[in-house]
C-alpha cells in the first residue's frame, strides 16, 4: 500500500511537491494511522514560516534536508495496530503531516490519549505530540470533526493569549491592537478580549477583509492598515502581531510612544516577513514571540490538570457556538480531497486568497473522508 504526501521547500514555502511511497512495516509497538481529514489555515503556514527557528519542520521528517511537511491538526483513524493498547479503528485527534499516513510508537497511554515515543520527538513541546483518544475527549463530537480540525488549536492558542495579557494586567495598557484581523486565530483572540471589561479591541487588516471583520461583532473597532492614524500616538496600548508583517511592526512601534508590550504570535503575511528589520532594531519593546505551550503549562500548574480543561472546554463550547451559529456564522467548511487538490488549496491558502469566511479542510487518503 503507497502513502501520499505534500511535502514544501523549506527556503521557498511557495514551492511544493506531491510524495508518494511504499508505507513503510510496522515494528512491534508501532501503529498506522490513515489520515482522513486535515485543517489547512493562515497557522499552518506559520508553523512553516517558523519552521526552523521553533523546530516545526522536527516532527515529521522527510530525509531531505532541503523539504519539510508542514504539520496541520485533523483525525485519523488506526488502520494497523501492533501495539497491544490501541485498537484498530479506534479515532483520533493531533497533529499530523499533510499526508495521507503516519506511523507511530505509542507511549505514556492513558484513557484520554498517548503520546507518540518516537525518539526524533523526544525533545519537542509535548502538547504537540500526543493524540487524542476521541471516545474520552470532552470537545470531541462527531458531528463537528471538521469545526475541530479548522478552529480547535488555534481557539487553544486565542484563549492563551488573552489568558497570557490578563495574567499580565494587559501590560498597564487597555487598547489591544491585533493585526490580520480576519484570520482565525486573531477573531478567536478578539472574542476572548471583548469579554474583558474596559478592553478596546482594535482589529487591523486589509480593506478587502475590514467588512468581514466588522460582521464578526468581537471587535471595537476595525480599521485597514492604512487607517492606522485613526488611533492616537499617545494611546497606551499592546500590539498582538498575528501578520508577521514587517513593515506594519515597525510603523506600529514607531507610532506607539506608549506601546507597552509587542507580541509576535503568527505570520500570515509571510511574503513580508523580512521586511521592516529585526525586533532588536525596533523603537519601544523588543517584539517577543509567544509560546502558548508555556502558558498553557503555566496554567496547569496553577489550576491543576482538571480546573484548566473544565475552564477550556466552557470557553470552546461559547466560541464555537457563535462561530457556527447565528444567521451569519463565522465558518464556512470547504471540502478538498485528492493530491491536486490539496496542492491547490495550500496554494491558495499560503498566498492569502479566498473568502475569509471559508475553511479549509483536506484529505490525501485514498478514500473521501467519512
Known amino acids: 500500500m503507497s502513502m501520499t504526501e505534500l511535502w514544501v521547500r523549506k527556503d521557498d514555502l511557495s514551492d511544493t511537491r506531491l510524495h508518494t511511497a511504499e508505507d513503510p512495516r510496522l515494528a512491534d509497538g508501532q501503529v498506522r494511522m490513515r489520515i482522513e481529514r486535515f485543517a489547512l489555515t493562515a497557522n499552518n503556514i506559520t508553523y512553516a514560516a517558523f519552521g526552523a527557528s521553533m523546530n516545526y519542520w522536527q516532527f515529521f521528517l522527510t530525509g531531505d534536508d532541503a523539504w519539510g511537511r508542514i504539520p496541520v491538526w485533523g483525525f ?22 499533510m ?98 471589561e474596559g478592553i478596546e479591541v482594535v482589529g487591523l ?37 498575528f501578520a508577521g508583517n514587517g513593515a506594519l511592526r515597525r510603523a506600529i512601534h514607531t507610532r506607539f510612544g506608549q506601546l507597552k508590550h509587542s507580541a509576535s504570535i503568527g505570520g500570515t503575511h509571510v ?26 503549562k503555566k496554567r496547569v500548574d496553577d489550576w491543576g490538570a482538571e480546573g484548566f480543561a473544565q475552564r477550556q472546554l466552557a470557553a470552546w463550547k461559547a466560541f464555537v457556538a457563535r462561530a457556527i451559529g447565528g444567521e451569519t456564522p463565522w465558518l464556512q467548511v470547504q471540502h478538498h480531497h485528492g493530491p491536486a487538490a490539496v496542492q491547490a488549496a495550500y496554494a491558495d491558502v499560503r498566498a492569502g ?7 479549509h479542510i483536506l484529505s490525501l487518503a485514498a478514500d473521501r473522508a467519512r
Open 271 to 296: 511574503d513580508q516577513l523580512a521586511a521592516g528589520g529585526s525586533g532588536k532594531t525596533l523603537p519601544g519593546p523588543r517584539a517577543t514571540l509567544f509560546f502558548a505551550p508555556a502558558q498553557g
Open 353 to 359: 486568497r479566498g473568502d475569509p469566511r471559508v475553511g
Open 205 to 241: 487588516t486589509s480593506a478587502a477583509n475590514k467588512a468581514f471583520c466588522e460582521s464578526l461583532g468581537c471587535y471595537h473597532r476595525v480599521l485597514a492598515y492604512e487607517e492606522l492614524d485613526q488611533v492616537p500616538a499617545d494611546t497606551p496600548c499592546v500590539y498582538i502581531d
Open 99 to 196: 499526508a495521507s499516513t503516519l506511523v507511530v510508537t505509542p507511549g505514556r497511554l492513558s484513557i484520554e490519549r498517548f503520546a507518540d515515543a518516537a525518539p526524533h520527538r523526544a525533545g519537542l513541546p509535548p502538547i504537540y505530540n500526543q493524540y487524542l483518544r476521541s471516545r474520552s475527549d470532552p470537545l470531541y463530537n462527531a458531528d463537528t470533526e471538521d469545526v475541530q480540525a479548522l478552529l480547535r488549536p488555534l481557539f487553544v492558542t486565542s484563549w492563551l493569549i488573552d489568558d497570557f495579557l490578563a495574567d499580565n494586567d494587559f501590560f498597564g495598557a487597555r487598547t489591544m491592537l491585533l493585526s490580520s484581523a480576519s484570520s482565525k486565530t486573531a477573531y478567536g483572540t478578539a472574542f476572548q478580549l471583548a469579554q474583558r
Open 76 to 97: 485519523a483513524t488506526v488502520a494497523q495496530s501492533l501495539h497491544p493498547g490501541v485498537a484498530v479503528g479506534e479515532r483520533l485527534y493531533g497533529y499530523f503531516p
